[in-house]
């Protein structure tokens, strides 16, 4: 063979062989695309798996609150419409229990008992929704009526009412309920180590975002910055952590809107809530509004706005709150501070040109009010 042959067949060889590496080489890219892809498509499907389970046990428990709302409303007004009313005022003779369908028929709440005497029950709910399921129950009273319907101010321990004061309506010193008026809320999971992906925070933002229902903080000091929340796009929202507004900014409520938060709600510096609808606050830590900060003043009607705050509450610098409070603490009002509606709490201060004029009708449209009852 001549030397021109052979330098033609390694040449041959060369090409072939790397020929087989670049093939070999595409081949392990395209393995590694694909199992890059794999992992992706695994990863994003734990993820809307893992959101899929915190909707349906948020749903379930708003599920198992809407049952005991329900039960609680009806069994006090004796609704003959309600599954478990009968003709026994004493409640001896409740029937077993009910279910009723929930949320478009998505989900349910199944209702049950368990008595304590003839006019105590404890009233069982257990919410589903899908493959989640959530309970909550709560004792029921029979009898009397709500205080904010009677008083100005209903209080267990003696008031104090300073110099300057103005009071219309009566006053009730000594009425001490064994159990407290505000249960303690109930967060969906997972409000731990907040922030996360189910409760970010909401700082300066123009609105929540349809569906968005948790929250770590809320916090609005952009000046003159105005949120509006739908009652019928987020009618029940939970703020693990503080509620904080102020720089003259404005939350309007359009509907019915509960908001639960298990900080502290703040308002200062001129900010307003205007309620177009019902707002039902419930408050785990303290409620203070301070330095002309404004509740319900727009629209102004006392039935539509209900606080229950399980600490204590200040109205303070000429601050105005037109509604209901019920506190299991001491409610406050001093420095010019103007209230009209109805006050239920622990213990009550009144001081320092601070106004407060009764409104029987304080709370009524609130889907809570009944939580009054002793």
């Known amino acids: 063979?001549?030397?021109?042959?052979?330098?033609?067949?390694?040449?041959?060889?060369?090409?072939n062989e790397q020929g087989l590496a670049a093939l070999v080489a595409v081949i392990l890219a395209m393995i590694v695309v694909a199992i890059i892809v794999l992992n992706f498509l695994a990863q994003t499907e734990t993820k809307q798996y893992g959101s899929i389970l915190?909707?349906?046990?948020?749903?379930?428990?708003?599920?198992?609150e809407a049952g005991l709302r329900y039960t609680e409303k009806c069994l006090l007004q004796n609704d003959p419409a309600c599954p478990a009313v009968t003709a026994n005022a004493d409640w001896l003779n409740l029937l077993t229990g009910f279910t009723l369908p929930f949320g478009s028929g998505k989900g349910q709440f199944a209702i049950?008992?368990?008595?304590i005497d003839s006019n105590n029950v404890i009233v069982n709910s257990v919410g589903t929704f899908g493959a989640s399921t959530r309970e909550i129950s709560k004792t029921v009273?029979?009898?009397g009526v709500c205080k904010l319907t009677e008083n100005a101010f209903t209080s267990c321990l003696n008031p104090t009412i300073g110099g300057g004061?103005?009071?219309?309506g009566n006053i009730e010193v000594g009425y001490c309920p064994v159990t407290p008026l505000v249960d303690p809320i109930v967060l969906p999971p997972d409000p731990v180590a907040c922030p996360n992906a189910s409760y970010p925070d909401f700082i300066n933002a123009a609105d929540p975002g349809a569906g968005e229902t948790q929250f770590c903080q809320w916090t609005e000091n952009k000046n003159n910055s105005t949120v509006i929340l739908d009652g019928a796009v987020n009618p029940v929202m939970y703020i693990a952590g503080s509620f904080d507004m102020?720089?003259?900014?404005?939350?309007?409520?359009?509907?019915?809107v509960t908001l639960h938060v298990g900080g502290d709600f703040k308002m200062r510096d001129t900010a307003s809530i205007q309620v177009n609808g019902t707002l039902t606050l419930i408050i785990d830590g303290k409620m203070t509004l301070s330095k002309q900060s404004v509740i319900n003043v727009v629209g102004g009607d006392p039935a539509d706005v209900l606080a229950l705050v399980s600490g204590n509450v200040k109205l303070d610098n000429d601050s105005i709150y037109i509604g209901g409070i019920i506190s299991n603490g001491q409610v406050e009002l001093k420095k010019n501070a103007a209230m009209t509606g109805a006050i239920v709490a622990?213990?009550?201060k009144i001081r320092n040109n601070a106004t407060l004029t009764h409104d029987p009708t304080a709370g009524t449209n609130s889907g809570s009010y009944l939580m009054c009852l002793p």
């Open 165 to 168: 004061t103005t009071i219309t």
């Open 346 to 348: 622990n213990i009550v």
């Open 112 to 115: 049950s008992f368990t008595l």
């Open 246 to 256: 102020k720089k003259s900014t404005t939350l309007v409520i359009n509907g019915d």
């Open 1 to 15: 063979m001549t030397p021109p042959e052979v330098t033609r067949r390694i040449a041959g060889t060369l090409r």
């Open 54 to 64: 915190t909707s349906t046990s948020t749903n379930a428990l708003l599920t198992a």
């Open 141 to 143: 009273i029979q009898g």
